[in-house]
């Protein structure tokens, strides 16, 4: 068992996917911290000076008014994180675009290669130098 596991690890397409996988736990980051300081700070900028992030409904528990989501959390307060809820749609909208772009420029690169493969296929292959050579040779003998 643990030699076909080592058969597994090794193949191409695990080690690949575990790039891939630590890639996009990096770019999710970049996605989340483009979404939290830049794109969040313009949308409450259009609605007026708003932080999204703190935008949140107190279903139970005693909470102060202007309190931080996280000092309403820590406080015991159960609390409906809309503005929190926004920023990880946001995420999800660019990560799932990006990842919509990866797939069909690969998509597209793959049908290119197909058709260059048939093409290879389909060209009629002439006939080769011994072939020519040796119809000369029996022109000449005649």
């Known amino acids: 068992m643990l ?7 090794a193949k191409g ?5 575990a790039v891939a996988v630590i890639i996009a736990g990096a770019f999710g980051t970049i996605v989340a911290s483009m979404t939290a300081d830049l794109i969040m700070p313009i949308v409450g900028a259009i609605f007026g000076d708003v932080d999204f992030s703190d935008k949140y409904i107190v279903l139970s528990g005693e909470v102060e008014a202007g309190m931080s989501l996280e000092a309403a959390r820590e ?14 749609v946001i995420n999800f909208v660019i990560l799932a675009f990006v990842i919509f772009m990866l797939v069909r420029y690969a998509k597209k690169v793959q049908e290119r290669f ?7 296929e389909e060209a009629p ?3 080769s130098e011994i ?4 119809e000369i040779r029996d022109a000449l003998k005649k």
Do not use: R, Y
């Open 13 to 17: 397409n695990v080690m690949e996917l």
């Open 3 to 9: 030699n076909e596991f080592k058969e597994f690890i």
């Open 75 to 88: 406080a015991g307060a159960n609390v409906l994180a809309w503005g929190s809820f926004i920023s990880t």
């Open 131 to 134: 072939d020519l050579l040796t």
């Open 125 to 127: 292959a002439g006939p």
């Open 114 to 120: 197909e058709k260059e493969e048939e093409a290879k």
